[in-house]
């Protein structure tokens, strides 16, 4: 008996993870979106550092928002041209919106659009620390440059082998590791200052 019942939970686990491989399988697919929606999913996975893939499941598997956003979608779509655009995305995410679309008689198109839209929000969030941290960046530059003024002081006055040099000479080489740093977080979000403009014309 008690074999039979081992047997039995063996099959069920092996049941159910066979279904959650076959959820988290990639596929390819094809949606017809606006560039401005495009451009957002692009620079908010890079900014976060993660796959669109990623980031777009978060959005889209979420069943019971994806009922909210068809419920919702009336008004949705506007004249904006679209785009032809292909993702890759988990077999369960693409089964999530083509079941909402048919129940709901939703385009996948606007689920996914909606969708997207959602992230705006946290990208203007990202847009203003990215300006921050350019106010950083060059505070930092500035520090920098004061330091290695007083380490070439140092330099003349003490001379190389002086322990106190070593020391300003070893900060600065921090600082200077700092900036360069600070300043790769800046470059990378600089596609986030382009979005401003896409935005204010939308």
Same mark, same amino acid.
């Given at each position: 008996m008690g074999d039979q019942v081992k047997s039995l939970i063996h099959l069920e686990i092996r049941e159910d993870t066979v279904r959650d491989l076959r959820g988290r399988q990639s596929v390819?697919?094809?949606f017809k979106? =606006?560039?401005r929606s495009i451009h %957002?999913?692009?620079i908010l +996975?890079?900014?976060?550092? #993660?796959?669109?893939?990623? @980031?777009?499941?978060?959005?889209v598997e979420d069943v019971q928002t994806l009922r909210?956003?068809?419920?919702? =979608?009336?008004?949705?779509?506007? %004249?904006?041209?679209?785009? +032809?655009?292909?993702?890759? #995305?988990?077999?369960?995410? @693409?089964?999530?919106?083509?079941?909402?679309?048919?129940s709901y008689n939703t385009p996948r198109d606007?689920?996914?659009?909606?969708?997207?839209?959602?992230?705006?929000?946290?990208?203007?969030?990202?847009?203003?620390?990215?300006?921050?941290?350019?106010?950083f960046l060059a505070d930092l530059n500035e520090h920098l440059?004061?330091?290695?003024?007083?380490?070439?002081?140092a330099e003349s006055e003490l001379g190389r082998d002086d322990p106190v040099f070593q020391q300003l000479l070893a900060m600065l080489k921090a600082v200077d590791a700092c900036c360069a740093a600070v300043e790769g977080c800046v470059d990378r979000g600089r596609r986030m200052e382009d979005f401003t403009g896409q935005e204010e014309k939308g």
């Open positions: 390819r697919t094809t979106l =606006s560039p %957002a999913l692009s +996975a890079a900014q976060l550092g #993660i796959r669109q893939k990623s @980031l777009f499941d978060y959005l909210a956003i068809a419920e919702g =979608s009336g008004t949705a779509g506007t %004249a904006e041209p679209r785009v +032809a655009k292909t993702y890759v #995305i988990s077999r369960r995410t @693409l089964e999530n919106l083509e079941r909402i679309s048919a606007v689920l996914v659009e909606v969708s997207i839209e959602r992230i705006l929000p946290l990208i203007r969030r990202e847009r203003e620390k990215h300006e921050r941290r350019k106010q440059a004061r330091d290695a003024e007083m380490v070439r002081r």
